[in-house]
C-alpha cells in the first residue's frame, strides 16, 4: 500500500524553529519528486515546497522562500521541511505529498501551530 | 504567485452535471500543460482526480472530466452523487512554481 505519514507538527513560538518529517512506503521514493502543501485553519491549500527525485532542484513558495528547506535521505525513504523563523501565519495543516508536476498520493497531514 | 480564481460554490441535484471554472493567466493554467484537479472531503486530506488537464488517475470514476480553453480550466462532474460533495482545489505548474486555485464547495442538493 502506497503510504506517506508525515511528523513532527506542534506548537511553537514566534521566531521559532520545527523540522517535519515524512515517512514513505510502498513505492519508489528514490524516483519520486515530493512536495509539501498546507492548509490554513478554515483556508484552501497552498503549495509550499518541491524537490526532485535526487534532491537537485528544489522550488519553494515566496511567502516561505529563505526561512524554510526541503530536503529528503533516499536511504531513508523520508521526507523532510526545515522551518525556521516561524510566523503565525504559517500555522497550519502541512501535507506531504507525492510528485513534482501533480501530487498523487497524500500524506493525513501534521499541525503546525505558531503562538506565544 | 496569485491564487487561481475558482467561483466560491457550485451546486446540483443528484444526477445532474457541474461544471467548476479556474481562471488564471498565460504564465500559468493558459501556459501548461500541468493542470490538475483535487477533491477534498472535510478533515480529510485531498485526493487527486485530474492530472495534465484532462487525464485521470487509476480509480477515479469517469464521471469526472477536465478541459481548458485559453487561461480557463474547468472540472465537471457528471452524474452527481452525493459522495461528490466536497471542496475541489484547482492546480497550475508553471515554470518553477505551483500554485492552487481558491477553491469551489460543491453541494449535491
Known amino acids: 500500500e502506497v503510504q506517506l505519514l508525515e511528523s513532527g507538527g506542534g506548537l511553537v513560538q514566534p521566531g521559532g524553529s520545527l523540522r517535519l518529517s515524512c515517512a514513505a512506503s510502498?513505492?519508489?521514493?528514490?524516483?519520486?519528486?515530493m512536495s509539501w502543501v498546507r492548509q490554513a485553519p478554515g483556508k484552501g491549500l497552498e503549495w509550499v515546497s518541491s524537490?526532485?527525485?535526487?534532491?537537485?532542484?528544489?522550488n519553494y513558495a515566496d511567502s516561505v522562500k529563505g526561512r524554510f528547506t526541503i530536503s529528503r535521505d533516499n536511504s531513508k525513504n523520508t521526507l523532510y521541511l526545515q522551518m525556521n523563523s516561524l510566523r503565525a501565519e504559517d500555522t497550519a495543516i502541512y501535507y506531504c505529498?507525492?510528485?513534482?508536476?501533480?501530487?498523487?498520493?497524500w500524506g493525513q497531514g501534521t499541525t503546525v501551530t505558531v503562538s506565544s | 504567485q496569485s491564487a487561481l480564481t475558482q467561483p466560491p460554490s457550485a451546486s446540483g441535484s443528484p444526477g445532474q452535471s457541474v461544471t467548476i471554472s479556474c481562471t488564471g493567466t498565460?504564465?500559468?493554467?493558459?501556459?501548461?500543460?500541468?493542470v490538475s484537479w483535487y477533491q477534498q472531503h472535510p478533515g480529510k486530506a485531498p485526493k487527486l482526480m485530474i492530472y495534465?488537464?484532462?487525464k485521470r488517475p487509476s480509480g477515479v470514476p469517469d464521471r469526472f472530466s477536465g478541459s481548458k480553453s485559453g487561461n480557463t480550466a474547468s472540472l465537471t462532474v457528471s452524474g452527481l452523487q452525493a459522495v461528490d460533495e466536497a471542496d475541489y482545489y484547482c492546480?497550475?505548474?508553471?515554470?518553477?512554481?505551483?500554485?492552487f486555485g481558491t477553491g469551489t464547495k460543491v453541494t449535491v442538493l
Open positions: 492546480s497550475s505548474y508553471a515554470g518553477s512554481n505551483h500554485v
Open positions: 498565460s504564465s500559468d493554467v493558459g501556459g501548461s500543460n500541468f
Open positions: 524537490i526532485i527525485s535526487n534532491g537537485g532542484n528544489t
Open positions: 510502498g513505492f519508489t521514493f528514490s524516483t519520486s519528486g
Open positions: 505529498a507525492k510528485g513534482w508536476f501533480d501530487m498523487d498520493v
Open positions: 495534465e488537464v484532462t
